[in-house]
Structures are given as structure tokens and as C-alpha cells.
DNA sequence: GCATTGCTTCGGCCTCGGTCGAAGCATCGG
DNA sequence: CCGATGCTTCGACCGAGGCCGAAGCAATGC
């Protein structure tokens, strides 16, 4: 006779503001020291600590360690999930400039990968090109690829014809953007569409984040092919 | 500077096992009465009563008085869709038998509504009899009407041409059925179709509850349509 | 070696909130 | 009217947990 206990455990793991906002600050795909979080839920590292192991615990996030560092990333896609549906019923979120908004993340913003599929201000327009021209549709509650989305991805050669057929994995789904606060495709067909831009040399990475910079090439083909300017 | 508080109050209106075991309790779309809520909290109607109005307050749960009674429900399917995000991350739950397992629940277990759509073993059948003939495509983050799918239900007269194009209202989404633990057919398309069944009188209202009864015709139709055959 | 940095553990403080008993309002049935 | 029922409010109790200072431990750098 087992109750819903699981489910208050994960919920009040959430439930609390300093956890809250690491989760949030945590929500780009990022991974972010003790430290870091600690700065962003303007508590002590000592306070800081205790949370994270409670978050930890439940498993809503996993650390790696690296020397002296410790960096905190959301245990799954699952966890974004989820933590997106609670955003939508605490409505609009306003956070403060998360951790180093130097020049650096300007190149952030600009476009990134988001696990494995693109990010930024170019996820987010490839993803309105695609909307725009009917290829797939975004609503409040999901995503799909036409089939003359299908078609054309398939002349395009960014998706193979097998893919995604057998796998149990979402096909094709919206991922909100942190920083442009809308949504990029993610799922089998977002991944599918990092992967050509990075084969075909439209982007490559920048430094050590998660930062892409769009190539010479890049800026001709994504033009061509979403019908897209990125600034240089 | 206001940081992702609002959304640690939601998720702490959650994180507490009386009230996490509350909303489960809601989840099939029923509206309970503040007793019958203590009742699988396993609290007094004092302390229920307190959480409820933390429940409201935060706007999980709305409340409608009738007479004495006051039926308590959740707030909106937006609401369903966040708890189950968290059960997704809280892994397989056991609930105990809620509220009044009688003989009438058997009923409600066969078929019922869940808002405007069919569930129930009926909702789960026909969404697996959808599936099996490529009408609809299900995986584990949305649903989608094919092509085909739509040609089909257009000429069961199922859905009408006009429908659900400028609703903003998701078309087609896949709703976790309570009792069979597997999803059936929600948004506009799973209305379309709970409408078609009530208006050709395939299934009636049993009683004051949800709970529907598939009538010697709609045995018939069912059969026919989707190929389900129904116990009686 | 020693100092510094990153993070955790320990201990104590104190607030928040979950709990129930008792009482207070409504509503319904006589 | 009266009593019964459904639910809320009030008040008091008390335990969980969020908080920080101090100390401990591990890795790095000099």
C-alpha cells in the first residue's frame, strides 16, 4: 500500500528557492560547479553543499568530479523535462543573468549545442525556418515533422531514411531555449540536424563549452537551406 | 531580479506526501470532495483542509461548491501533465485503491471520461486499434494524426474537415490513462472522437459519474470501426 | 614542505509548516 | 426550530530542515 511518496520526494526536492534555482541556472544542458550554484542561489557553500546532495540523492542531478572541481548537470533530458512542466503552471520566470554573462556567452547565445542537438539564437531560428515553411509543427504541448517535412529532410540528406524508425526515443520534440526563452526541435530530428551542420563544416566548436561558430560555408548553406542570416 | 521562485512554491505545493497523495488521487480528472481527499491523505479534515487551500492557492486544484460539498479537481490538464512529468522522474508508483473501489469502479475501469475524451479500457483499445492501423503515431513524448489517419477519421465522419485547425488547443496528445497505465487519445482529435460516440449513441452516461456504457450498437460499431470488442 | 582553493561535515540556532483538538459556520433534513 | 454533516478557522505543539560558523579533507600550486 504504497502511496505517492516518491512522487513529494522528487517534488519538494524542487520545492525549496535555493534548489530551485540551481536547477534553473542548470537547465541549458550546462554543468556548474558547487560554487557556481552556490552564487546563483546566493547561498554558502556550506548550504549549497547540502542541497546538492539532497538533489543528488534523488537523483535530479549527477556530478563529476575533475581535480578540485565538482560540475552538476541535470541527471536527464527527463529532469528538463519535467522541470519545464512545472515552469509553465508557475508562469512566467524572470532569472537574473546566471553565472558570467561576459562577452563569451554573447558567442553562447549565439548559437550552441543543447545536448546533442543545436541551441541558441540558430537553434531557435532553424527552428521558426522549419516552422515557417510547414516542415513541422510546434504547439503548446509537442512537436512533430510533417511528411512533406519528412520529404524534404530526406532530399536535404539530414535525415537518413532509417533513422529513428526503431528507436523508443521522442522523434521529434520542442526544446525551450534558456536564453531565447523559445523553442528549438530536439529529439532523434534536432540531433539529426546538428549532426549535418556539423559534417557539412556549417558550424564548428568554438572552445572548450558549448559554444559552435557559424562557418564562412556555414553562413552561405544555412541561408540557402533555412533561409537564414546569422550575425557574424 | 526575481529568480525561479514561483516556481519552487508550485513544486513545494507538490513535495509534500498528503498533498502529492491528493493530486494523485485527482489525476483521472474526478472532482472529490475535501473528506474524500483527507480520506486517501490518510490526514483529519482539519490539516486537509489547509493543504487544500495551498493547493488552490497556488492554482493546482480549483474548487466548486455544491451544497455542502465542495468537489475539489485539478486545475487544468496543464496541471495532469506536470505531475506526470515528476512521476516520469519519481519511477513506477503505487497508489492504494482510491477512493471507493466498489463494484461501480469496474464500470469507470471499462470506460469513462477523462475531461472531453474517452478512457478507460475503451480509450486505451481504441488507441491501440488507432495505432496498430498507422492512424495515429505514439511515442513516449507526443502523438500525432497521420496523413492517412486523417483521410480515415474524415471519412468515418469521425472529425470534421473544419476542425482543429485554428484552435490553439493541442490536436493530438496522448494522456497517461489512470487505471490501465497506458496512454490514450486526448486534445481535439480524442474530443472529436468521444463526441462521434456519444452523438451515434455507441456509448451513453452510466450515472452521475463519468463512467460510460457501451451500448448493444455501439458493441456493433466498435467492432466494426476499430475492431475492439468490448467485455459486457 | 606550506598556503590556497574547492568542497564537505559537524554542530547549533531558529523558523516554517504539518499535525490535531476544539470551536465556529454554513447547509441540509427533519 | 433542532440536530447532523461538511468544512473551515483558531490555537498550540513539535519535529524537520534551512541556515551559517568553524573545522576537516582533498587537490593544486608554489
Known sequence: MVTANGMAEV???????????????LMDG??????????????????????????????????????????HRLASPAVAHMIEGIMQIAGGIEVRPLVRTGPR?????????????LAGQLGVDIA???????????????????????????DMGILKPDIGKQS?????????????????????LGAAICTHAMEQGWVRRRAANRALEVTPKGHTALKATFGITCAR
Open 168 to 188: 523508443s526515443r521522442p522523434f521529434c520534440r520542442p526544446c525551450l531555449d534558456w536564453s531565447e526563452r523559445r523553442p528549438h526541435i530536439a529529439g532523434v
Open 11 to 25: 517534488a519538494a526536492a524542487v520545492g525549496e528557492p535555493a534548489r530551485a534555482a540551481m536547477l534553473a541556472a
Open 105 to 117: 556567452d554573447l558567442a553562447m547565445r549565439a548559437a550552441r549545442t543543447c545536448y546533442d542537438h
Open 30 to 71: 550546462r554543468a556548474l560547479t558547487a560554487s557556481e550554484l552556490a552564487e546563483v542561489a546566493a547561498i554558502t557553500p556550506q548550504t549549497a553543499s547540502s542541497h546538492l546532495a539532497r538533489l543528488i540523492l534523488v537523483g535530479l542531478i549527477v556530478v563529476e568530479k575533475q581535480g578540485r572541481h565538482r560540475y
Open 128 to 154: 521558426d525556418a522549419l516552422q515557417a515553411r510547414g516542415a513541422v509543427e510546434i504547439d503548446g504541448d509537442g512537436a512533430r515533422l510533417t511528411d512533406t517535412g519528412r520529404t524534404w529532410m530526406h
